[in-house]
């Protein structure tokens, strides 16, 4: 009983730290790469799990569908759905200065929260979509340890194709766009549009995590997708392992899912009258956490270790 | 008794490989000394250098005989030095006015004195003093620019290519004036691309090359040297 | 026409709160180069200090306001010190990082310190005049008085920034950081006046918001958003455009629920924000870009 216990409580963590994974691998195409700072991860994430949900549940007449896809639809559908999203954010601020892009991103987070909140025709508002099926439902393979195995596919699948790209031309003019714009921008390179790809790229990729996370959880309502949870945790993630390298990325989701879910276990050691004080206590850890990272190690746990470059730029 | 200002085997740069390669530079009390040389050579890295804007990795600058090696531009400015940058060296949102009193902003009590010292030098800027100084012309920056600079009344003006980007007209009238200033026993040391002009009002100069000097004579023996017409004075 | 008229007023009020934190990003911006994220949070911490104030010796909502100032340009500094100080030589993009930090931590000890439920300064209902000569036009006392405070506020910081060797140095710094330093105006000591005014003008915010309304650990945060649409729409680093772009983006907040549900009123103010990065991103008047 004990180890049953123990083994799907690991089960449930490492499904977290994969689905966390995915979004930090994003997050790291857009700040790791190129230097841009979003921190409306949460509205991507939404997007990308409303998204695959409302296209696979059952009808319901509370909200719109469900039209009772399969699961890769699904995906295939957050993927679509905040690839448009990462686009006209994308267009609107390829070409501004990072704080502007900053402040946009979390425009478009309230925005998508405000619009899952009050649009009940579509998302069912604060009541919130339940019953969404994992991706092997009624078959006797289903188990949340297969659909740890799923995530864990697709982590690797999106941390190869990252990988690829880093290493790939494409990623040497983006971390050359990081490392000196103006010295790129007169090597002929478009700036905007190889920012705009990254940006689009990395938004896909948290669809993603979105659509990963919602079938794992199975109900999703607007409380989830509060900035904290989408948004300053993968920040941390991306910062503790190492922005620029995306093996820290998935170890800093790991880690940093490994402390926040000790300090669950830790402030759940305080009398339940002082549920809420635990949470900000948790917030409070994390935040402090992650200060200093920032003045010890900024670098992260694995530094980025860029391939050469032909011609190092100074 | 010492000079102004010594620097000695001056090594530093901007945290890359050093591109100042040994400098000298010794301006004394009565005179104007220029620097010229070709791009790149490290002129204005070295006033830079000598100010404490970038670090002196090895070497020393003395001032009155006394180490200012890598003081702080603060420290540098009570000790009565002041540097004139060659861009961006207005506050373009502030009065004329305003960019002179910042200037003195670490000088104590009454500015009317130096203002009135600086407007008798620079009587446009009397005129206008309140304009904004993003507003006015090239030549009318300079003036702000190295007026600033005057408020403190500086022993040693510093100044970084004061005619870039001016007509000839104004580069005459700032040479002028900066004769004018050196005659109230401000020593003078200057960056200039317009390196005939220069020479012929400077008591001395200095000619460097990727970072170290090359020649160092007077003004008007430089200007006759051969080699150094040849190498950057167009022949 | 008395709706417009009421809805005028309530924009101005909001308005109000609006600029008193956009002047503080503004200026935060033109000396240190980010955006600050915790300014939303500044707000509310200052609103609490100044309840925790007054309750702490009985007094009435108004008293609220010089203890949330006077505390939170202290904690504003002793942030600056303690976090952004030694991260500052770094690239600004990481200040903006850790001001995300900071936001979280510091809301996080708001709920900590004074519980997550709605507080409010005083009880009960303020009855508001009722102005015949304007259409039966209503405004309350508080109202008019958040509307005065600011202006006084606003012209302290215009005299200061104009009038006080300080202010035009940190005028100066904004312009030209290289030259100010050049010149010997001390860095550190303007900066830290500009967390001290960023800081009180936040908390004067803060105390605005919560007597209008209520106080709540997201009071802040969900602000933040309008305080920079409001310093974007002024010309980020231009503290008297954030005055206008505070009323603008008040007003049109409150003007819109003629048209669409409340709920949407900061989609509003990022709409606004939105058009202006597209058209004009230095802002209706020149910023530093």
Redesign the interface.
């Known amino acids: 009983m004990e180890l049953t216990g123990i083994a799907s409580y690991l089960v449930s963590f490492l499904t977290f730290a994969g689905v966390y994974a995915v979004l930090a691998l994003g997050l790291n195409m857009q700040w790791g790469f190129t230097?841009q700072?979003n921190?409306g991860i949460a509205g991507f994430f939404a997007v990308g799990a409303y998204t695959s949900a409302i296209l696979t549940t059952p009808s319901s007449p509370a909200y719109l569908g469900g039209f009772g896809m399969p699961f890769l639809i699904g995906l295939l559908g957050a993927v679509i759905a905040s690839t448009v999203l990462g686009l006209v954010v994308g267009l609107?601020?390829a070409r501004?200065?990072?704080?502007?892009l900053?402040?946009?991103s979390?425009?478009i987070a309230?925005?998508v929260r405000?619009f899952v909140?009050?649009e009940d025709w579509l998302t069912n508002g604060v009541r919130g979509i339940a019953g969404i099926d994992r991706p092997l439902a009624g078959i006797a393979l289903d188990s949340s340890f297969a659909y740890l195995v799923i995530v864990a596919l697709f982590v690797a699948g999106v941390y190869f194709l990252v990988e690829r790209a880093y290493a790939s031309p494409w990623g040497r003019v983006l971390r050359a766009i990081r490392e000196n714009e103006p010295a790129t921008a007169a090597a002929g390179k478009s700036i905007a549009g190889f920012r705009l790809q990254a940006f689009v790229l990395g938004s896909a990729i948290m669809g993603l995590g979105g659509g990963l996370y919602a079938h794992f959880f199975g109900f999703l309502s607007p409380e989830a997708f509060m900035?904290?949870y989408g948004t300053?945790l993968v920040?941390?993630m991306l910062?503790a392992g190492g922005s620029g390298n995306n093996r820290g990325a998935i170890l800093g989701a790991i880690v940093v899912w490994g402390v926040w879910s000790g300090t669950d276990l830790l402030t759940g050691l305080l009398p339940s009258e002082h549920a809420?004080?635990a949470?900000?206590?948790?917030?409070?850890l994390?935040?402090?956490l992650?200060?200093v990272i920032?003045?010890l190690r900024?670098e992260g746990i694995l530094p980025e270790k860029p391939p050469k470059l032909i011609a190092k730029k100074? | 008794m010492s000079s102004l200002l010594e620097a000695k085997g001056l090594y530093g740069g901007y945290g890359g490989a050093d591109i100042l390669q040994g400098t000298n530079l010794r301006v004394e009390t009565d005179e104007i000394v220029v620097i010229v040389g070709p791009n790149g050579a490290g002129k204005s890295t070295a006033m830079k250098a000598v100010f404490g804007l970038l670090r002196i990795r090895e070497g020393e600058v003395l001032y009155r005989g006394e180490a200012i090696t890598n003081a702080k531009p603060e420290q540098m400015v009570r000790r009565g030095i002041a540097y004139v940058p060659q861009e961006k060296n207005v506050f373009p949102s502030l009065t004329v006015r305003e960019n002179l009193e910042m200037g003195a902003y670490l000088m104590k009590g009454d500015l009317s004195k130096r203002l009135d010292k600086v407007y008798t030098l620079f009587p446009k800027l009397a005129e206008r003093r309140r304009q904004q100084a993003g507003l006015m012309s090239g030549g009318e920056r300079q003036m702000v620019a190295m007026g600033r600079a005057l408020m403190i009344d500086p022993q040693l003006l510093m100044l970084d290519e004061p005619t870039a980007g001016l007509s000839p007209l104004l580069i005459d009238e700032t040479f002028e004036r900066i004769k004018e200033i050196n005659a109230q026993g401000i020593g003078v040391l200057m960056v200039e691309q317009n390196a005939k002009q220069a020479l012929s009002i400077a008591s001395r100069g200095y000619v460097l090359a990727t970072g170290s000097n090359r020649h160092e004579d007077t003004g008007p023996n430089l200007l006759a040297n051969p080699e150094v017409a040849e190498m950057f004075l167009g022949g | 026409m008395t709706d417009i008229l009421q809805l005028l007023v309530y924009g101005l009020v909001l308005g109000s709160v609006l600029t008193m934190g956009a002047i503080g990003v503004s200026m935060i911006f033109g000396i240190l180069r980010f955006a600050h994220f915790a300014h939303g949070d500044f707000m509310t911490l200052g609103a609490y200090l100044g309840l925790s104030f007054i309750s702490a010796f009985g007094l009435s909502s108004w008293w609220a306001l010089p203890a949330a100032m006077v505390g939170m340009a202290a904690v504003a500094v002793f942030i600056d010190q303690v976090l952004y100080r030694r991260i500052r030589r770094t690239q600004p993009v990481i200040l903006l990082i850790a001001s995300f930090g900071m936001a979280l931590i510091l809301r996080s000890l708001v709920q900590l310190i004074w519980g997550s439920d709605n507080q409010t300064y005083a009880s009960g209902i303020q009855f508001p005049w009722r102005l015949d000569w304007l259409g039966g036009l209503r405004l309350k006392p508080d109202h008019l008085w958040i509307m005065l405070i600011s202006l006084g506020l606003v012209a302290s910081v215009h005299l200061f920034l104009t009038r006080t060797r300080l202010g035009k140095a940190m005028r100066a710094m904004s312009d030209n950081m290289d030259l100010a330093l050049v010149s010997g105006i001390p860095a550190e000591r303007v900066i830290m006046v500009t967390w001290v005014i960023g800081g009180a003008l936040a908390a004067a915010a803060g105390v605005f918001l919560g007597i209008d309304t209520r106080l709540h650990p997201m009071m802040g945060w969900t602000t933040l958003l309008p305080v920079f649409a409001a310093a974007i729409l002024g010309g980020i680093g231009r503290p008297y455009g954030a005055i206008a772009g505070g009323m603008i983006i008040g007003v049109s907040m409150e003007m819109s629920t003629l048209l669409i549900p409340a709920a949407y009123k900061p989609a509003v103010a990022f709409a606004i924000m939105v058009g202006m990065l597209i058209l004009r991103p230095q802002g209706i008047f020149k910023g530093t870009v």
Do not use: S
């Not at chain 1, 501004?96 to 502007?100: E, I, N």
């Not at chain 1, 949470?279 to 409070?284: E, P």
């Open positions: 230097g700072f921190i609107i601020t501004l200065r990072t704080d502007y900053a402040i946009a979390i425009g309230e925005m405000l909140k009050n900035p904290l300053f920040w941390v910062i809420t004080q949470a900000a206590l948790r917030v409070l994390i935040g402090v992650l200060q920032l003045v900024p100074r």
